[in-house]
């Protein structure tokens, strides 16, 4: 963790100083307490099952499940693991005590499917309550655009050729009334509701001119362009899970939004259920921004069979309200030089090269950093960056020990990644509370 070791402490009994006399008159036996049905994702489960007594730590849950309704066997899944007590502390940032409870994942199941997921109990001191509870949860489906909304065609500036109706130029004009420049570049409402679809067609979008203000542009389509100076497209329509705004490549060539070296390229942070497909990324700091810590942020953000290239980020939010995130089948390009290793510390012998210190310097941080629960971020190829991809280390869930379910870290999968040329992590999980689920992925050449 960021150069320092993040310190893990498993607790006894008798190591808690003050609480050592409550630890010692704790019961062997165990009490079954509230059973936990995290946020889903396409191919897992998350339980937390709280509990109290078992001072000795001998309790176990096991765990069996089946699709609802087949009446076929149960088939055994891993059991729940116990946790009780574990403390982390990090240089007065995290000061974590884990509950007394029991914590654990079904993995490798079918999407959009419900399923009967049946936990047991046990301790040989003996069980009071409810030993066995059956739930029934159903795993989410791959999220797509709503085919029965209003369809927007997006064309590039300077493209005279045929075009289908109803068409803009810029994707601002089309994602909002107006797409006016300057000090108008906030003033119009969005024309997009929620299960419409932007086909962006083919070509370069760079829709501002950040250092001249082009009056050129302003003579050929008015008050020009929707995004400010920084030329950041700021998108603040909510979609819904079922009806998300899709912003799609139309398939007649290749749709690049290029940054020009800009600080934050599209910010959703005001957007839920906002759905990217098929679009190309290019040269810019931050590219999708979706959330600050404590200040705002978005859900069920989409980004599927996209490029990123030449960014800092590709996808960044660390707002604890983020949930449902879908990143997948995308390939992200950092600006990170692959020839050369660069550590979290200018260590010897590296800082030792001469004249090699701008070719060591750091240029890009992570593909993605997000935070919340209920993620899924699979299948992508990520090259070139500090960090591949990172549930991001947010520091104490919020309002602990009081956090509300909807705020807590949970229930996350990253899966089927190909991370490479990476200088410290390709996977990191700092920040994360329970089912935190990385597997079957591949990391290599890796600092």
Excluded at 268 to 281: L, P, R, S
Excluded at 290 to 297: P, S, T, V
Excluded at 309 to 315: E, P
Excluded at 321 to 342: C, E, H, Q, V, W
């Amino acid at each position: 963790m960021r150069g320092q070791s993040l310190r893990i402490v498993s607790v006894g009994i008798a190591a808690l100083g003050g609480s050592f006399g409550a630890a010692a008159q704790a019961p062997a036996s165990v009490t079954a307490g509230e059973l936990v049905v995290e946020p889903p994702t396409l191919i897992s489960l998350g339980f937390e099952w709280h509990v109290e007594g078992d001072a000795d730590r001998d309790a176990a849950v096991a765990v069996a499940y089946r699709k609802r309704g087949s009446a076929g066997e149960w088939r055994d899944s891993l059991p729940l693991l116990r946790v009780q007590n574990e403390r982390t502390y990090y240089v007065e940032t995290l000061y974590y005590t884990a509950p007394n409870m029991f914590a654990g994942s079904v993995f490798e199941l079918d999407e959009n499917t419900e399923y009967e997921v049946r936990f047991t109990l046990s301790d040989p001191d003996g069980v009071t309550g409810e030993a066995q509870r059956i739930v029934n949860v159903r795993t989410r489906a791959e999220p797509q655009p709503f085919s029965a909304g209003n369809t927007y065609h997006v064309y590039p500036f300077g493209y005279d050729g045929p075009k289908q109706e109803p068409a803009f130029t810029g994707l601002l004009a089309a994602y909002y009334k107006n797409a006016l420049g300057g000090d108008w570049s906030r003033a119009a409402p969005p024309r997009v509701q929620p299960g419409d679809t932007l086909l962006v067609h083919a070509g370069v979008y760079k829709d501002f001119d950040r250092f001249s203000y082009s009056h050129e542009i302003r003579t050929q389509y008015g008050t020009c362009c929707g995004t400010p100076w920084d030329g950041t497209f700021y998108l603040t329509q909510d979609g819904t899970a079922e009806k998300p705004i899709a912003i799609k490549a139309a398939g007649d060539g290749e749709v690049i939004f290029d940054g020009d070296g800009n600080n934050v390229l599209f910010n959703v942070m005001g957007a839920d259920y906002t759905y990217f497909e098929g679009i190309m990324f290019r040269n810019t700091n931050l590219a999708i921004e979706a959330g600050q810590k404590n200040i705002a942020g978005t859900v069920g953000l989409t980004v599927k069979r996209s490029k990123f290239d030449q960014v800092g980020v590709a996808v960044h939010s660390d707002w604890s309200g983020s949930k449902n995130f879908y990143i997948a089948d995308n390939i992200m390009n950092g600006r990170n030089d692959p020839t050369y290793l660069i550590g979290w510390f200018n260590i010897w012998p590296w800082n030792q090269v001469e004249g090699q210190q701008e070719k060591q310097r750091m240029k890009s941080y992570y593909a993605v950093s997000i935070y919340g629960s209920g993620h899924v971020v699979a299948y992508n190829r990520v090259t070139n960056f500090h960090d591949g991809i990172d549930h991001a280390t947010y520091g104490m869930p919020d309002d602990w020990p009081n956090t509300p379910r909807d705020r807590m870290p949970v229930s996350n999968d990253f899966y089927g990644n190909d991370v490479s040329n990476m200088h410290d992590n390709c996977f990191e999980t700092d920040g994360g509370m329970h089912n935190m689920r990385v597997f079957r992925n591949r990391c290599f050449n890796a600092a």
